[in-house]
């Protein structure tokens, strides 16, 4: 019996690791399709504006979080939050500047608030890990 149920558990941890690598290529060929799509178009443009550059960052982001899952089975927490300030960093760049009611100073003031306070996460979260190890 007690064979049965590790048989039963070897093919359900097979399983899961399957559908969750299958997921992950899905993922890292929708940010290379989205990627090359959006370079694509930039050089059909004939430029590349800082909205386009700082989108590439993004995928570029997406694209190194996942081959680092690849390589180590853990997932960093730290790109996720450098995606969230390149995301902040662009949308305060670009969305901001056509904001023109009077509450477009909260709403600056909101961004880099919030940049602020994922840039101190990050600054937390690489003392500890240099500190108290991965």
Do not use: C
């Amino acid at each position: 019996m007690e064979n049965k149920t590790l048989f039963i558990q070897k093919i359900g941890n097979g399983l899961v690791s399957f559908f969750h690598h299958l997921a992950l290529f899905a993922i890292g060929a929708t940010i290379a399709w989205s990627a090359g799509h959006d370079y694509f178009k930039m050089m059909i443009s004939g430029r590349a504006t800082l909205e386009d550059i700082l989108l590439l960052f993004i995928y570029l982001e997406l694209g190194a979080m996942i081959g680092i899952y690849f390589k180590t089975q853990r997932l960093p927490v730290q790109y996720l939050i450098f995606i969230a300030i390149t995301a902040l960093s662009r949308h305060l760049v670009i969305d901001v500047q056509k904001v023109t009611d009077n509450f477009h100073i909260y709403l600056l003031l909101g961004i880099a608030v919030a940049i602020s306070i994922l840039s101190l996460s990050i600054f937390i979260l690489s003392y500890t890990a240099t500190k108290y190890g991965k």
